[in-house]
């Protein structure tokens, strides 16, 4: 049977074709619902609205022009122009609908005062400043990365990468003050100039990044950090927030394809105009602390560091420490046999994702995870949904590798159907990589 597969966008536009052509019911667990006897629609998000969301709200005003529309929105988090959003549906909300009445919220009811501020400096000049109804004012942090000097101890652990112990350090001192964490970046990968070259145990991606942080705190304490994207953080909140890449190549991040979206009608200026959006979004995240990381050359443009001294307040790199120790880390590589045809992970991709692994392409493409070497165990591991006896496997021919950090190969397996064969066995490199001292 063949599967056909649609986008949101045309669900949208099939359910205003289905409206127009006289279809008015539809089907709701529990019971039924009818268009035409509805009183009221509610559409939140209204910042984001498109042209497919309008198609479908004309044609149920068709069918039912008395219906009253209530819509929330706020043009600030506008930043789903990528996906289609129109922000022209919200500024011409009134032209649209005549007789409507507009209320304006503007009590920020999530952050700290000073978070608020930052928020409005950031949009200031484009619309009515926030006011905040929280009294307590914790200062904004701006975190220089050119101005940290490693130890000796850092260099050695992340040579190349000032970052990662930069990072570490804020982390630390967030988690002395029992906050939980968000690290949030303009992108999926992390910034370029975090150095791969030392750190087996690092991903470009996020969710890797995350696990190779994690990694050097305690378990009960790693649970508290978490990171993200801008966009996929919008509606959410954290504590503490850490800008992660407030400089100009990320703020504004300008794609080389930017120009393809003159086909919706953007230009330079209105991708900018989200990009300012985007960052203001990133910012007022933050309940009670907002830290910003950028570089005293390369400020995004939509800061003004030039405020007030109340309302912001330089780290001093020199009195922050990081985590006393680095943890040890086993990773689990997952590969084809070299006797093997074809690729023998395809099979079970799904299943490695869903273990929280990442396909790192190479002379040796792999499925890799991080585990923290103290509480890593085989018998764990083969209890994984990709390695359990099922058909998959046994119609794949795998090679595990394990490696704990820096680059240690302690043991390697061959997998033929159920039977982890070792064709290295050397787990006292293991225990000895574990008593080393940091």
């Not at 536009?13 to 539809?26: C, M, N, P, R, V």
Request: hydrophobic share 40%; with cysteine.
């Amino acid at each position: 049977m063949k599967v056909s597969h649609t986008d949101f966008s045309k669900l949208l536009a099939d359910a205003a074709l289905a409206i127009s052509s006289g279809k008015h019911t539809f089907n709701r667990v529990p019971g039924n619902g009818d268009f035409s006897v509805l009183k009221y629609v509610f559409v939140d998000e209204f910042q984001d609205f498109s042209h497919a969301f309008d198609s479908l709200l004309r044609a149920i005003l068709i069918v039912n022009p008395s219906i009253q529309l209530f819509c929330v929105g706020d043009d600030w988090q506008a930043i789903n122009g990528f996906a289609g959003a129109d922000l022209q549906y919200f500024e011409s909300f009134e032209n649209s609908f005549p007789k409507s009445q507009i209320l304006n919220l503007s009590t920020n009811y999530r952050s700290d005062k000073y978070v608020v501020e930052f928020g409005n400096q950031i949009m200031k000049g484009h619309g009515v400043p926030a006011q905040a109804s929280h009294s307590r004012q914790t200062r904004i942090s701006i975190a220089y990365l050119d101005k940290i000097r490693p130890t000796p101890h850092e260099q050695e652990v992340h040579n190349g990468d000032l970052v990662t112990p930069a990072l570490l350090r804020l982390l630390q001192e967030e988690l002395e003050q029992n906050r939980d964490i968000v690290i949030l970046s303009r992108t999926n990968t992390i910034p370029y100039y975090v150095s791969q070259a030392s750190s087996d145990v690092s991903s470009k991606k996020l969710d890797g990044y995350l696990t190779h942080i994690r990694s050097f705190f305690d378990e009960d304490l790693a649970r508290r950090i978490t990171i993200s994207t801008s966009h996929r953080y919008k509606g959410r909140e954290k504590k503490t927030v850490i800008l992660l890449d407030a400089i100009e190549r990320r703020y504004p991040f300008i794609h080389p394809d930017w120009v393809f979206s003159r086909i919706l009608g953007s230009d330079l200026s209105s991708v900018m105009s989200e990009e300012r959006r985007l960052l203001y979004v990133a910012s007022t995240r933050a309940i009670a602390k907002l830290i910003v990381l950028t570089d005293q050359k390369e400020v995004t443009p939509f800061l003004n560091l030039q405020t007030s001294k109340e309302l912001i307040q330089e780290i001093e790199w020199e009195n922050l420490q990081g985590p006393i120790s680095v943890t040890k880390q086993v990773l689990v590589l997952v590969g084809k046999s070299t006797q093997s045809q074809g690729d023998g992970t395809f099979p079970l991709r799904d299943l490695l994702k869903s273990s929280g692994y990442e396909y790192i392409p190479g002379v040796w493409s792999h499925w890799r995870k991080a585990y923290v070497a103290s509480n890593f165990s085989i018998v764990e591991l083969r209890e994984e949904l990709w390695a359990q006896n099922d058909v998959s496997i046994k119609k794949s021919g795998i090679e595990v590798r394990l490696v704990v950090s820096p680059n240690v190969e302690f043991a390697r397996f061959s997998i033929t159907g159920d039977e982890w064969t070792p064709t290295i066995n050397k787990f006292d490199l293991l225990q000895a990589a574990l008593e080393e001292q940091p």
